[in-house]
């Protein structure tokens, strides 16, 4: 009843930037908590970056200076503009989001397909 649906991935040369969308749709009454994983091959799915309702941000130490989350609440919508890539940086960006669908109801842990990011020259 609720869905996050990314987009902006893609392959990109080291040094690079991309951009990612995440939009919300469905029976939402309030979103609250937005943010990015990522999973590389092998490896645990990581927190990447978070952002509350109200603007407060939250960065893995890994992408501090180099990624910036924000978020359109008119939009439902949660982006993150990732700068200066590195090839550590591949792996599948997963959007997420705490959603209420009524007042006074506990909120849905609700993710993304995934988006694929390669940095690769």
């Known amino acids: 009843q609720v869905q996050l649906v990314e987009s902006g991935g893609g392959l990109v040369q080291p040094g690079g930037s991309l951009r990612l969308s995440c939009a919300a749709s469905g029976n939402i009454f309030t979103i609250y908590d937005m943010g990015w994983y990522r999973q590389a091959p092998g490896k645990q799915r990581e927190l990447v970056a978070s952002?509350?309702?109200?603007?407060?941000?939250n960065y893995a130490d890994s992408v501090k200076g180099r990624f910036t989350i924000s978020r359109d609440n008119a939009k439902k919508t949660v982006y993150v503009q990732m700068n200066s890539l590195k090839p550590e940086d591949t792996a599948v960006y997963y959007c997420n989001a705490e959603i209420a669908t009524a007042w006074g109801e506990g909120t849905i842990d609700t993710w993304g397909q995934g988006a694929q990011v390669t940095v690769a020259s």
């Open positions: 952002i509350t309702r109200g603007g407060s941000t």
